[in-house]
């Protein structure tokens, strides 16, 4: 597709459970980042990918949050055993990185919508 | 850690008039970018403008420009000629590179937001 997706558009769990959301960056695109968004709030870095390889996961919250990216397109974060406060919009973005040093403009996806009831 | 602050949670504005929405941040790079994103109800984050901090000149895009002040390490955005497609949250963010796993990316770091709202 011509943009970032992500699925699904929202999704409803009850505490506890497990949920994994989807992302397919731009084709080409071998950076991708993950953000979660709480209401009123701007994005917060979550983890950030260099093809298939987490570059940087400082930002998962606990060992509860895992991302996968197998074959350096589409990623999957998880969340185990999900709680109430995990409740927020889970962003996507990819970009270029056609060379290192260089800032490339991340493009997002719409979220999903995660709500743990 | 840098830190990004928009001041003003919530601003309107007359269709065809001018807003301007402030950020300013904090920082002890020298090389850094600079961007506002819009986000419209639909959630999709868009890039309106961005900004190299080596550049002097003010960044411009059609109806959007930003007046950087390095020094005071400020960041606004002039909307001008509003329209009601405007309508939206725009974050204001602050991009640093920083060295992980081998590599070397760009780390973006958000405000807090500010609601536009465009009457008719």
């Known amino acids: 597709g011509a943009g970032v997706s992500q699925t699904p558009s929202n999704k409803v769990t009850e505490k506890g459970k497990y949920v994994e959301l989807r992302c397919d960056p731009i084709s080409g695109h071998t950076a991708l980042y993950w953000y979660r968004q709480s209401l009123g709030q701007g994005p917060e870095f979550l983890i950030y990918f260099q093809g298939t390889g987490a570059a940087d996961d400082s930002g998962l919250p606990n060992d509860r949050f895992f991302a996968v990216r197998p074959e350096g397109s589409v990623s999957t974060l998880k969340i185990q055993r999900t709680e109430r406060g995990d409740s927020a919009v889970y962003l996507c973005?990819?970009?270029?990185?056609?060379?290192?040093?260089?800032?490339?403009?991340?493009?997002f996806g719409p979220g999903t919508r995660l709500t743990v009831l | 850690a840098q830190t990004v602050t928009q001041s003003q949670p919530e601003m309107s504005v007359q269709e065809a008039e001018t807003v301007t929405l402030s950020c300013t941040y904090d920082t002890s790079e020298n090389n850094y970018y600079l961007f506002w994103y819009k986000q419209p109800p639909s959630r999709q984050m868009i890039l309106v403008i961005r900004?190299?901090?080596?550049?002097?000149q003010n960044a411009t895009e059609n109806r959007f420009s930003v007046n950087f002040q390095k020094a005071a390490k400020s960041f606004s955005l002039k909307i001008s000629d509003s329209q009601l497609g405007d309508t939206a949250m725009y974050f204001c963010?602050?991009?640093?590179?920083?060295?992980?796993?081998?590599?070397?990316?760009?780390?973006?770091?958000f405000g807090q937001g500010t609601i536009l709202t465009v009457h008719p």
């Open positions: 973005a990819s970009s270029l990185m056609e060379r290192e040093e260089t800032a490339d403009t991340q493009y």
């Open positions: 900004q190299e901090a080596y550049k002097q």
């Open positions: 963010a602050f991009m640093k590179h920083v060295d992980a796993g081998g590599t070397s990316y760009g780390k973006l770091t």
